[in-house]
């Protein structure tokens, strides 16, 4: 027979069953080696793609501002050019040595163009005429940047000591051409033209009038070949004649008109 199941007693210890354990959560991983170098390359990749766009960009953006830079000094040259040309005045002018000199003078040896020219503005009230010399001619004083220079003086009628203000109006020029067409509509390369029979650099060319259109040719470096046609004086300017030496400030005036005070009547019509 089966003994019943003894009891213990009251001093007996009972047996303790273990709570259960929560699970201990993995050890905390970083990255491997090879996992940052892969993440450094890509990143590197995609930051040289970024510049690269970026570079890119910023080139063009820097090509652009040059070039409107460079089209607004073509701009300012040509509007200097034509102010001076349809202003252009009969004016003549006796030179530093006393020579009377004609109202348009090109210097073929030089190749500098000489000539006066009317509207010369005249905001401070100054005591001078509104009438101005001016020349043009290419500077090769830089080495391999030639420039156009406008040369004016504050006289007409020069001394020795006339001191000419220069203006640089164009650069990266490498050769100026000019050519006059003159009252019978034909080109000239030289003026006063050799077919009047009047030496140059003498006071005969002071009878000489000034043409009816300068044409100018510029060859620039970034440009190219430029070609530039201006009429010479406003449209009422007929054949000019004069001599400097009459009354007044020595001006030579238009046929059949007649200057009075400072003698520079022959700049308006």
């Known amino acids: 027979m089966l003994s019943p199941p003894s009891h213990p007693g009251?001093?007996?210890?009972?047996?303790?069953?273990?709570?259960?354990?929560?699970?201990?959560?993995?050890?905390?991983?970083?990255?491997?080696?090879?996992?940052?170098?892969?993440?450094?390359?890509?990143?590197?990749?995609?930051?040289?793609?970024?510049?690269?766009?970026?570079?890119?960009?910023?080139?063009?953006?820097h090509r652009i501002e040059e070039s409107l830079a460079r089209t607004a000094e073509y701009q300012r040259a040509y509007v200097r050019l034509r102010d001076d040309f349809i202003n252009g005045s009969g004016r003549t002018v006796r030179d530093g040595d006393g020579v009377g000199q004609a109202a348009l003078l090109f210097d073929s040896y030089n190749r500098r163009l000489e000539f006066t020219r009317a509207g010369w503005s005249n905001p401070a009230l100054l005591p001078r005429a509104t009438l101005e010399r001016v020349s043009y001619f290419l500077d090769d004083g830089q080495s391999g940047n030639y420039r156009l220079i406008r040369r004016s003086w504050r006289v007409l009628d020069r001394a020795s000591q006339s001191a000419p203000v220069d203006l640089d109006l164009l650069d990266h020029v490498e050769q100026v051409q000019w050519r006059f067409l003159d009252r019978e509509l034909h080109w000239q390369t030289q003026w006063p033209p050799s077919s009047a029979g009047v030496p140059a650099g003498t006071s005969g060319t002071a009878s000489i009038a000034p043409p009816k259109a300068v044409d100018l040719t510029l060859s620039t470096r970034d440009w190219g070949e430029l070609h530039y046609l201006f009429r010479f004086g406003p449209d009422c300017t007929a054949a000019w004649g004069g001599t400097p030496g009459s009354s007044g400030g020595g001006a030579g005036t238009p046929s059949g008109s007649s200057s009075s005070g400072g003698g520079t009547g022959a700049g308006a019509c």
């Open 10 to 61: 009251p001093g007996t210890l009972k047996p303790r069953r273990s709570a259960p354990r929560a699970p201990t959560p993995p050890a905390p991983r970083g990255f491997t080696l090879l996992e940052l170098l892969v993440v450094i390359l890509i990143f590197g990749i995609f930051a040289t793609m970024a510049y690269g766009g970026l570079n890119t960009v910023l080139n063009a953006r």
